[in-house]
């Protein structure tokens, strides 16, 4: 197994991407991980030598986090996503991780790696946290912001497939996101895809409110990328000012922070819950290879769990799962 990493691409880079190579190294020497980037900006953090399955695969350019996407993969052929994107492509990586431009990344996907036949519109699908801490799979968060009701029924069988393959479930539940629970809520697109689900080879537990979605309503959340990242979004500033509020309450007076002393290990507990760290690892679902998003603050911690993601995934034999469902469709 090979899994190739944007080491330039991302907040924390290259350092994260490294450190976290060589711990991935340790944990599972059946695989090798290929650091692609610039080596002269590699070499040097590696404080106790290279580990024998990790090496540096050389790309001179490196796609910018303000670099328009399309323009940026068709110009820059030699930075380290597309070649990344390359090496799955030709084979010579069975996955690729980066932490960089989103947008650019989708382009890779597209214009590098090709879409799987069957598939019109592959699908961001990140991992978000429950209360039940079994999480929810949410498709499509970005990728596209417009959808046909095929679109979200194809999200929906690769939904399941993925965590089917990846996290073990037997039957896991699908939920469409929409402004109410009855059937007939909704607008066109979401009123047709529910009709589509019906028929469909999965568990469909019907429409889901967005309140719901972080009460563990469902396994796999479908939806379009425009929704799904206002969705998306509102989560994560909504936790963010929570967070805030909380500390600002809790150092207000001497009271307060004795009250915060006592509760801190709860309040740690929480934190971890709600980590993206936790959960990093989002793949590009329909695609012609394993292509994965990590979160763009990725520190070494969140690249690490995007590597087990890929691994279990691979090992799992996700691509081949989907590629047997879309066959001929």
């Known amino acids: 197994m090979r899994i190739a990493i944007d080491a330039m691409g991302g907040d924390h880079a290259p350092k994260a991407q490294v450190e976290a190579a060589v711990q991935a190294a340790s944990q599972w020497p059946d695989t090798h991980f290929v650091l692609v980037g610039r080596p002269e900006a590699l070499e040097p953090l590696f404080g106790n030598g290279k580990p024998s399955n990790v090496s540096i695969e050389e790309a001179a350019e490196v796609i910018q986090a303000d670099d328009e996407p399309v323009r940026a993969v068709r110009r820059k052929t030699g930075s380290s996503m597309v070649v990344a994107g390359r090496m799955v492509k030709e084979g010579a990586a069975d996955a690729m991780i980066s932490a960089g431009n989103t947008g650019a990344l989708m382009a890779t996907g597209l214009l590098v790696v090709g879409r ?122 909504a936790a963010g000012v929570i967070f805030k509020v909380l500390r600002q309450e ?50 070494a911690k969140a690249m690490l769990t995007a590597i087990r993601q890929t691994r279990t995934a691979l090992s799992g034999g996700l691509l081949t799962a989907i590629k047997g469902e879309f066959s001929g469709k």
């Open 116 to 237: 799987m036949p069957g598939i019109e519109r592959p699908g961001l699908a990140p991992m978000l946290p429950t209360i039940d801490d079994v999480g929810v799979l949410a498709l499509d968060l970005g990728a596209n912001m417009d959808a046909k009701p095929e679109h979200l029924l194809q999200y929906a069988l690769m939904g399941s497939l993925y965590r089917q393959k990846v996290h073990g479930m037997a039957k896991p539940r699908v939920g469409l996101l929409n402004v109410g629970t009855e059937a007939a809520k909704g607008n066109e697109l979401t009123k047709a895809a529910f009709d589509l689900f019906e028929q469909a080879p999965i568990r469909f537990v019907g429409n889901v409110e967005a309140r719901d979605v972080l009460e563990g309503a469902c396994d796999v959340l479908v939806c379009d990328g425009f929704s799904g990242n206002i969705m998306l979004k509102a989560f994560e500033g």
């Open 250 to 299: 809790l150092t207000s007076s001497w009271k307060s922070k004795l009250a915060a002393a006592v509760l801190r290990p709860g309040f740690r507990r929480v934190r971890k819950k709600m980590d993206y760290n936790e959960y990093n690892g989002a793949p590009l679902l329909g695609l012609n290879g394993l292509v994965v998003k990590g979160h763009g603050s990725s520190d």
